[in-house]
Every structure is written in structure tokens, then in C-alpha cells.
């Protein structure tokens, strides 16, 4: 009865549930996994179903949202009918129950506890720790050098995190994080394949390597909450963990969630910035101007509002190629959406990708135009572009908006400064260019650069 929108039961006697319409074969939604584009394989469901799909994965149904409005209505209004989706549910293998994966009242107390130090004026005093690491890149850094950018913007948002939010230096780890999580999450995608969890249960050197990148990780942060627990208290997040947590596993998870969210999504949201400001080198002349005619020193926290154009590239780097590209969530109950029945259980997805592409809501949708975010009156404005509510979401919406936010706008746009102010980097000859969409949408080959440095 897929295709009609009427359905339900009749003196208890259960009947088909009516499903809209999806793709042919929509058992392939597996293939999402299977191909090597799946992002092409999202943005060809919403061209052929352009509000709301159904496709199964394994015994599963699945929901594609492709409308601004029904992202809207079902990831804020229905935001309580809602629990995490597919893909949180798998990394909560590394994550455990930290805030990322945590649900209900568990979540909403490990929010409380956490947004504090992510906001306010805590949030302001991040910024020198996020300027100083980039310093010490610029500082490092030799014109005419090749580099991986996508390990380098890795390392130093790690560096930032470890002193930003828990107290301790990391720059010594950041080659050991870095390997791990290109062993955790270069395969990620077939772990949201059906019969996922039998195949990890069976001994591959797939599984193994997954299993030995979760124990580096494990150890990395253990070792760094002990380091903390010896020193004295100090206002860094992780003092604040360890004072209102007693369960160690607990700190455990929290301290990995924030690790890897809070700088993970950053890293990679710069590394794709930097490719698109070299093939595009009127939009970097346009950011250059800024820079050299706004900044008269160092870039600070009371900068940022004089940053426009900074900003506008920035979020013009997360519209083309945001870090997290895909959303899920699972009803817990059932929900009306778009004239349709959606059934407890039913996986609900949204991809940024494609929304954040798609020609009805943005004009020039593919292009690199980090102007449509400037009014006229020289500021940046996220109403700017004229897109709906529920067409641009980097963080996600909703109740589970990222917690960390305002601390990845703020480093997104002073690395930026701190950095383009001095550099202009070019793509090196031979490298090559491609999304892999795994929890973030990392760059499958790295990102190796030539430094240049700007006269």
C-alpha cells in the first residue's frame, strides 16, 4: 500500500501501514554504503521525491526528508517524539554514553553540565588559546612547504581543545589521534549496514583494526583525565566533569565525545575552506582585503564582529561542504509528517549535503559565493541568502543542536584570521580532491597543499 496516504487499523485488526513513495528497489538504500558516492545517491532520492521518501534498510523503514519545512517541523517541533539515529547508535562503540549518544533525562543533565563552559563569557575566553595555537602554525610554517592541511587543521584544533576544555597540552597526540581516527572512521559507512552487529562479532582485519583505533583512543583519554585529577582544580571543563562526576567511565565518555566532536567537525570544516579559497582566488583576494584593512595586530574575541567576510567564508565552506552531511533520528512514538503516518521506529533522515544544495532554496547553489551571507550593510547575516528554516544546519537544530556551537564558529573564524592573513596556500599537483562521507564528511585523500606565503 506504499503510495497512498491512508492506512491503520480496523476493529484491531492490524493493516498495511501507507508509505510514500521512494526509490525502485529501495532495499538498495544499503547501496548507500556499497556505492562510491553516496551523497549522489541522497541527492537523487529528493530530486525524484522532493519532500518526503520511503525506503527500507534490511527490516527498517526509512524516511528521507528533503523539504526544509519537514526538517523543521519533525527535528524542532516534534523534537521530543525523536531519539538518536543509525549513525549515532554505532559510534556510541567509541563515544559510550557521552552527550553525543546519551538520550532523555541522562542527556538533558549532561547538557546542563556542559553548555555553561561552552557559552557566555567562558566561550570569550577560549579565543586566546584558539589565536596562540594558530600562531604557532604560522610561526612553524615555511613558504614554498607541502603539507597535509587536512592533518595540520586536525592537529591544531586538537591543540585547542586540550587546552581550551580540559587544561592539557596535546600537540605531542596529535599524530596518534589522527592515525586512529582514520582507522575508525575510514570504513565507518558499512557499519550502518544491515547485520552490522553480526559482522562485528566476526574476526576481520577490518574489525580488528577498528578495535585497535578504539583502544588508542580509549587509553589517549584516560591518561589525559588522570594527568588532570593530579594537577590542582582550574576552570577548564574537565575539572568541572570531575567535580560533579563520580562515575569514572562516565567522565570517560564525556571526555571522548567532546575530544573528537569538538574538534574533529572544525578541522574539517577549515581543511575543505582552504581547498575552496585556493580555487577560488577572487573569493581569497576578497577575504585578504579584509583582513589586511580590519586587523591591526594579532586577531582577538573583539575582533569577530569585524570579521564579516571571515564569517561568510567560513559558513559558505560548511553550506558546500558541511562536516556532519547527514542527520538522523528515530520516532519513539508515532508522528503525522507531510500527510503521512510515520510508525514508532521509523529512521527518519535528513541530509545537510543536499539541502544545503539544492537549487530551491539557494540561488547559484553550487557556486563558491561566500557574499550571498553579506547584507547591505557590510554585515554577515545568516538570513541573508533568503533560504527557509531547515535549509542550512552545519550543527543540526532542534533540542540536540550542537552544544558546542559558538566555540566552532569562534575557532572557524580566528584560525581563519590568524592564518589567511599570512598564507595563501595552492592545491600540490597530483593531489586529488574527494568527499568521503563517514560521520563527518572527511577528505578521502588528505589535502596536501603548497605554502605561500603572501608578500
Known amino acids: 500500500m506504499e503510495g497512498t496516504p491512508t492506512a491503520g487499523r480496523r476493529s484491531g485488526v492490524a493493516r498495511p501501514v501507507a508509505r510514500p513513495p521512494g526509490p525502485r528497489g529501495s532495499l538498495l538504500y544499503a547501496g548507500i554504503v556499497a556505492r562510491r558516492d553516496p551523497t549522489a545517491y541522497f541527492e537523487g532520492i529528493v530530486r525524484d521525491h522532493p519532500r518526503l521518501a520511503h525506503l527500507r534498510l534490511g527490516r527498517e523503514h526509512v524516511y528521507v526528508l528533503g523539504h526544509p519545512e519537514l526538517v523543521q517541523e519533525l527535528f524542532v517541533a516534534r523534537g521530543r517524539a525523536l531519539r538518536k539515529g543509525r549513525a549515532l547508535e554505532r559510534i556510541r562503540m567509541l563515544l559510550g554514553d557521552g552527550l553525543l549518544t546519551s538520550e532523555g533525562e541522562r542527556h538533558r543533565t549532561q547538557r546542563r553540565l556542559i553548555q555553561p563552559a561552552l557559552h557566555g563569557d567562558r566561550i570569550a575566553a577560549y579565543a586566546d588559546d584558539m589565536v596562540a595555537t594558530a600562531r604557532?602554525?604560522?610561526?612553524?610554517?615555511?613558504?614554498?612547504?607541502?603539507?597535509?592541511?587536512?592533518?595540520?587543521?586536525?592537529?591544531?584544533?586538537?591543540?585547542?581543545?586540550?587546552?581550551?576544555?580540559?587544561?592539557?597540552?596535546?600537540?605531542?597526540?596529535?599524530?596518534?589521534?589522527?592515525?586512529?581516527?582514520?582507522?575508525?572512521?575510514?570504513?565507518?559507512?558499512?557499519?550502518?549496514?544491515?547485520?552490522?552487529?553480526?559482522?562485528?562479532?566476526?574476526?576481520?582485519?577490518?574489525?580488528?583494526?577498528?578495535?585497535?583505533?578504539?583502544?588508542?583512543?580509549?587509553?589517549?583519554?584516560?591518561?589525559?583525565?588522570?594527568?588532570?585529577?593530579?594537577?590542582?582544580?582550574?576552570?577548564?571543563?574537565?575539572?568541572?566533569?570531575?567535580?560533579?562526576?563520580?562515575?569514572?567511565?562516565?567522565?570517560?565518555?564525556?571526555?571522548?565525545?567532546?575530544?573528537?566532536?569538538?574538534?574533529?567537525?572544525?578541522a574539517t570544516a577549515l581543511t575543505w575552506t582552504w581547498w575552496l579559497l585556493s580555487e577560488h582566488p577572487e573569493v581569497a583576494r576578497w577575504l585578504h582585503e579584509e583582513l589586511d584593512t580590519r586587523l591591526d595586530g594579532v586577531p582577538s574575541y573583539a575582533d569577530l564582529d569585524r570579521l564579516p567576510r571571515t564569517r561568510a567564508v567560513f559558513a559558505e565552506a560548511m553550506r558546500l561542504y558541511p562536516p556532519s552531511w547527514i542527520l538522523g533520528r528515530r520516532t519513539l512514538t508515532e508522528v503525522e509528517l507531510d500527510g503521512w503516518t510515520l510508525p514508532a521506529g521509523s529512521l527518519c533522515v535528513a541530509s545537510q549535503w543536499v539541502l544545503h544544495r539544492d537549487g530551491r532554496f539557494w540561488a547559484a547553489p553550487l557556486e563558491f559565493a561566500p557574499r550571498r551571507w553579506i547584507g547591505p550593510d557590510g554585515r554577515y547575516d545568516e538570513a541573508v541568502p533568503g533560504q527557509p528554516r531547515g535549509a542550512y544546519l552545519p550543527f543540526g537544530l532542534g533540542a540536540r543542536i550542537c552544544v558546542g556551537l559558538a566555540f566552532a564558529w569562534m575557532e572557524g573564524v580566528l584560525v581563519l584570521a590568524t592564518l589567511a592573513r599570512h598564507w595563501d596556500p595552492e592545491l600540490a599537483p597530483g593531489q586529488k580532491v574527494e568527499p568521503l562521507p563517514a560521520v563527518t564528511l572527511r577528505q578521502k585523500y588528505g589535502m596536501r597543499m603548497r605554502l605561500r606565503a603572501r608578500r
Do not use: C
Request: proline content about 5%; charged content about 30%; hydrophobic content about 45%.
Open 136 to 266: 604557532a602554525y604560522d610561526t612553524r610554517w615555511r613558504d614554498g612547504e607541502v603539507l597535509d592541511l587536512a592533518r595540520e587543521m586536525s592537529g591544531l584544533t586538537l591543540t585547542v581543545v586540550g587546552r581550551a576544555l580540559f587544561g592539557s597540552d596535546l600537540r605531542e597526540e596529535t599524530a596518534r589521534v589522527a592515525e586512529a581516527l582514520a582507522a575508525l572512521l575510514g570504513g565507518f559507512q558499512r557499519h550502518l549496514l544491515p547485520g552490522a552487529d553480526l559482522l562485528l562479532r566476526i574476526p576481520t582485519p577490518g574489525r580488528a583494526r577498528m578495535f585497535a583505533a578504539i583502544d588508542r583512543l580509549d587509553r589517549l583519554v584516560r591518561e589525559l583525565i588522570e594527568r588532570r585529577r593530579a594537577a590542582p582544580p582550574g576552570p577548564d571543563l574537565l575539572s568541572t566533569l570531575l567535580a560533579h562526576l563520580d562515575d569514572d567511565t562516565q567522565v570517560r565518555d564525556e571526555v571522548m565525545t567532546l575530544l573528537l566532536a569538538g574538534h574533529e567537525t572544525t
